[in-house]
């Protein structure tokens, strides 16, 4: 999953020979997942997808991160960063990390280098600003609100619009982003109690044919990332098909599941990751029985770490906590957290809830940069009991 397309020129028949207008051999790449166990795609090039005609490290920085001690829930404030622009690709912001999944945040004011993830699938949230993906496989137009999955070694540019800034959420997976295999029939198709459907997904538009001689792609490696220099630019591709490719979702596309009593969160499931879950808030209307408790209730994640990024509207049971849209809270396992006080009498009565959040829970503890500690909200643990060094009085 995604379900099949095929975009551009495609020969009849798989691993054919076959030629260009101009009269050279087609390349042939085979993009698949687990070896040849899994999705795949088949991708047409002009030139030769292997042709390198240099190599070189380069460095990463800012991918030193420490124990969350002492164990506090956190409250890390991402417009503090809105000033700090750069490229998608070699700018990005870490805040959160284990060896599953790492969280960062991106201010991207310009078109990234070319680039691509060597080691698991990425998946963007875009809170603010416009532009377009553009791949090996086409473009994808992206706006607020927009998920945007790219499957590993996928080679992308992210480009802003002209006088647009892209602030991203990103996760970078060691492994596939997928989605819940509960929502999935036996043969891959969504089912209709799903709360999302092939027509939610937006594939690539192309193909994106570009000319060029000499050209880097930065390959990631997480700690490590290596620049390419190609004969050829890698967008040479006249076509391809296969269920393997990125694709993008639109937020508010999510059907939410409504109870008479309050639904835990994995019902907001969107996304499965190895070794963690990304769920998807988005307005609807309050549980409907006349006693029920329309905000969260108290809760330990025993067996998780629970990070939200607030998107947008009225963050009802954060009310008083400083939580404004941009900010991410970390919910450790092994701290007991819910509503802020007021908050479950405050809704009573309230129709719905407007909120517009993003949640990734991890079932292994994260760990903080220096960014993240450096844009944390030293007060925000005291907040449920308005107590402690950091409470204001």
Request: glycine share 10%; proline share 8%; aromatic share 10%.
């Amino acid at each position: 999953m995604p379900y099949y397309r095929r975009v551009g020129e495609v020969p009849r028949k798989r691993h054919q020979y076959v030629r260009a207008h101009t009269g050279a051999r087609i390349a042939e790449e085979l993009m698949g997942k687990e070896g040849f166990a899994a999705e795949s795609s088949l991708l047409y090039h002009l030139g030769r997808p292997t042709a390198i005609v240099d190599a070189a490290p380069v460095a990463i920085a800012g991918t030193t991160l420490v124990a969350n001690r002492p164990l506090l829930p956190r409250h890390l404030r991402t417009p503090k960063l809105a000033g700090l622009g750069g490229d998608a690709a070699t700018d990005r912001h870490l805040l959160l990390g284990n060896d599953d999944v790492w969280i960062s945040w991106v201010v991207a004011d310009r078109p990234s280098s070319l680039q691509r993830h060597a080691v698991g699938d990425e998946c963007y949230y875009v809170h603010r600003g416009t532009g377009a993906c553009e791949s090996v496989f086409g473009t994808i137009r992206v706006g607020p609100g927009d998920y945007l999955v790219l499957p590993a070694s996928t080679t992308y540019r992210l480009v802003p619009d002209e006088g647009s800034v892209l602030e991203c959420l990103v996760l970078e997976a060691r492994g596939h982003i997928e989605i819940p295999d509960r929502y999935l029939s036996q043969r891959g198709q969504l089912l209709e109690a799903a709360p999302l459907c092939e027509r939610d997904l937006r594939g690539p538009e192309g193909p994106l044919v570009v000319e060029g001689e000499d050209v880097d792609v930065i390959v990631r490696t997480r700690l490590d990332a290596t620049r390419y220099t190609y004969a050829t630019h890698p967008f040479d591709v006249v076509g391809w098909d296969g269920c393997c490719y990125p694709f993008a979702f639109q937020i508010r596309d999510f059907e939410p599941i409504v109870k008479r009593f309050h639904a835990p969160p994995p019902v907001h499931q969107t996304f499965a990751g190895p070794n963690f879950v990304v769920c998807s808030f988005v307005p609807r209307p309050f549980d409907f029985d006349p006693e029920a408790v329309a905000v969260p209730y108290h809760h330990a994640n025993v067996d998780s770490d629970e990070v939200l990024f607030y998107a947008d509207g009225n963050f009802m049971s954060r009310a008083g906590s400083g939580i404004e849209a941009g900010s991410i809270s970390l919910h450790p396992s092994g701290f007991v957290h819910g509503p802020q006080p007021g908050s479950v009498d405050a809704a009573r009565g309230q129709p719905g809830t407007e909120e517009v959040a993003v949640m990734v829970d991890t079932f292994r503890p994260l760990m903080l940069s220096e960014t993240a500690l450096a844009i944390d909200d030293d007060a925000y643990p005291w907040t449920w009991s308005r107590r402690g060094p950091g409470a204001q009085s």
